[in-house]
Nanobody, 121 residues
Framework: LQFVYSGGGLMQDGGSLRLSCAAS????????VGWFRQVPGQRHEAIGC????????YYADSVKGRFTISRDNAKNTAFLQMRTLKPEVTSVYYC???????????????WGQGTQVTVSS
């Protein structure tokens, strides 16, 4: 039971990227999905979340207006669209499943390996 990622990679400053996390072994429709990022040696930083009930989204102030979270339950997949990328967003990106949206990483399950996003200046 874990998320399987795609869409990470190396991007130029100002570019856009869409990350996907596909639920493997469980049904995503039952869960809220939170996106986080982590730089080595630091804690998971919450980016945002999408609820299971009505697809309401929440975002950290640092990404509002530039990042968009969505989901396709038929594909058992959640997405993180990132625009106007800056080098400071270079990190490993993860999604997690939870019964409800929270910014606390410890409550989420099924993280998987994450996906590296590197933005060059």
């Amino acid at each position: 039971l874990q998320f399987v990622y795609s869409g990470g990679g190396l991007m130029q400053d100002g570019g856009s990227l869409r990350l996907s996390c596909a639920a493997s072994g469980f049904t995503l429709v039952d869960y809220a999905v939170g996106w986080f990022r982590q730089v080595p040696g630091q804690r998971h930083e919450a980016i945002g979340c999408i609820t299971s009930s009505d697809d309401t989204t929440y975002y950290a102030d640092s990404v509002k207006g530039r990042f968009t979270i969505s989901r396709d339950n038929a594909k058992n997949t959640a997405f993180l669209q990132m625009r106007t990328l800056k080098p400071e967003v270079t990190s490993v990106y993860y999604c997690g499943a939870h019964k409800y949206c929270t910014a606390i990483a410890g409550g989420y399950d099924y993280w998987g390996q994450g996906t590296q996003v590197t933005v060059s200046s």
